[in-house]
């Protein structure tokens, strides 16, 4: 009958049939003994009414053979699509498809993402890096959920992240010191995101046609926030991008000129992934350094750690120090310090909601310094005036 199913051979094996919902489901029970067959076929029965009766989503054999890879391919595509795949991006899908890309989508579990997010934590990364690593991967399930690829997804830990805030920002003389180890074709990037705070995404896709003769103009589909937003060419701002344009023209080997594209370009294509060389110039400059990688302690000439004795490659150690986007929080931080109301910094750097803004606007320690010696003068000045008796009143006793 329709809603027992049913036996039928096919090649060495049984197959089964079986109905959920009016679809017809059939697969090989893995077996030529009718006996065995039977109970696989009863066992799908049973999820099939689990599935009815909304106990368990019943996993059909075409969701059984999907794997991970497959989800984190579809996810991949879809954020080509929108613009959103980048080298971050990029960056963090890579460990993920190691540690999960092999396994079938239907056998990751709640467990399995706890220990896989316990070897990160051994493996010296911080909450925040393993919270955007398993972020795609929860993107990736919930959009096989939409589409029908699997009926269930694992419930995926998000670790606190209090305390992970970022607090850095650059005084102009380390900015200044950190501008001299660059390579040239970094500098004018770097110098103005200096002033303006704007994302690295943002800076890497500008192009001259968003540059008119007194103003920049970030497209929404470059914007984090997909809300177009611009800033007029005043003072060392315009000075930078007249630099641009005479460094828009670029020659090959062979002597033949070319026209960028990018308002910032590294041989007519947009900068790209810079880490290392910005690791190299804050060592320099002495606001970064390379540490162990296992225990982020300190290492000699050799690399090799002061703490736990491993020796490393260069490549290998980990950089610890200033960041780039810590820029952002800087402009913030000047705009603020300028006097600039906030809506007309928040234009500037781009900043979507004020809760943000606050975060990144960071008061440092001089600031508050001067606010409690300026509250102290007012203080001291209040107290030196002297009070004034009011006078008794007639016939009252003083």
């Given at each position: 009958m329709r809603g027992e199913g049913s036996i039928y051979p096919r090649g060495s094996a049984l197959w089964c049939a079986y109905y959920l919902r009016g679809k017809l489901y059939r697969e090989s029970t893995g077996t030529a003994d009718p006996e065995k067959a039977?109970?696989?076929?009863?066992?799908?029965?049973?999820?099939?009414?689990?599935?009815?009766?909304?106990?368990?989503?019943?996993?059909?054999?075409?969701?059984?053979?999907?794997?991970v890879a497959d989800l984190l391919d579809s996810l991949e595509a879809d954020f080509k699509l929108r613009n959103k795949w980048n080298i971050k991006v990029a960056s963090n899908m890579k460990p993920i498809r190691e540690c999960?890309?092999?396994?079938?989508?239907?056998?990751?579990t709640t467990d399995t993402v706890t220990e896989a997010i316990e070897h990160m934590r051994e493996d010296g990364y911080t909450n925040a890096t393993i919270n955007r690593r398993t972020t795609l991967l929860g993107q990736a399930y919930k959009q096989?959920?939409?589409?029908?690829?699997?009926?269930?997804?694992?419930?995926?830990?998000?670790?606190?992240?209090?305390?992970n805030e970022r607090q850095g920002f650059f005084e102009t003389e380390n900015f200044e010191e950190v501008l001299k180890h660059l390579p040239e074709y970094l500098r004018d990037f770097v110098c103005c995101d200096f002033f303006v705070g704007w994302r690295k995404s943002s800076m890497q896709s500008l192009r001259w046609t968003d540059v008119t003769d007194d103003t920049i103009i970030l497209r929404a589909v470059n914007s984090k926030t997909r809300k177009p937003e611009s800033i007029p060419l005043e003072g060392e701002l315009k000075e930078i991008i007249e630099r641009r344009r005479a460094a828009a023209v670029w020659h090959t080997q062979d002597g033949q000129a070319h026209f960028s594209e990018y308002v910032f370009h590294r041989d007519g294509q947009p900068i790209g992934d810079f880490r290392k060389v910005w690791a190299t110039a804050c060592?320099?400059?002495?606001?970064?350094?390379?540490?162990?990688?296992?225990?982020?302690?300190?290492?000699?000439?050799?690399?090799?750690?002061?703490?736990?004795?491993?020796?490393?490659?260069?490549?290998?150690l980990k950089y610890t120090g200033a960041l780039f986007h810590d820029f952002r929080r800087t402009a913030a931080r000047n705009l603020i310090r300028a006097g600039v109301a906030m809506p007309v910094a928040m234009k500037i750097t781009g900043h979507r909601t004020d809760s943000m803004f606050r975060r990144y606007a960071i008061v440092d320690e001089s600031q508050k310094r001067d606010a409690l010696a300026k509250t102290q003068a007012y203080l001291r000045t209040s107290t030196e005036h002297k009070v004034i008796r009011m006078k008794a009143a007639a016939g009252s006793k003083a």
């Open positions: 039977k109970k696989f076929l009863k066992a799908r029965l049973k999820e099939i009414h689990a599935d009815e009766i909304g106990a368990r989503p019943f996993i059909g054999p075409q969701q059984q053979r999907i794997l999960f890309g092999h396994r079938r989508a239907v056998d990751v096989a959920l939409r589409t029908k690829k699997v009926s269930a997804a694992p419930f995926i830990p998000r670790l606190s992240e209090i305390g060592c320099a400059a002495g606001i970064g350094k390379l540490v162990c990688r296992a225990c982020e302690s300190d290492v000699d000439a050799e690399r090799k750690c002061l703490k736990c004795g491993q020796t490393w490659k260069r490549e290998e």
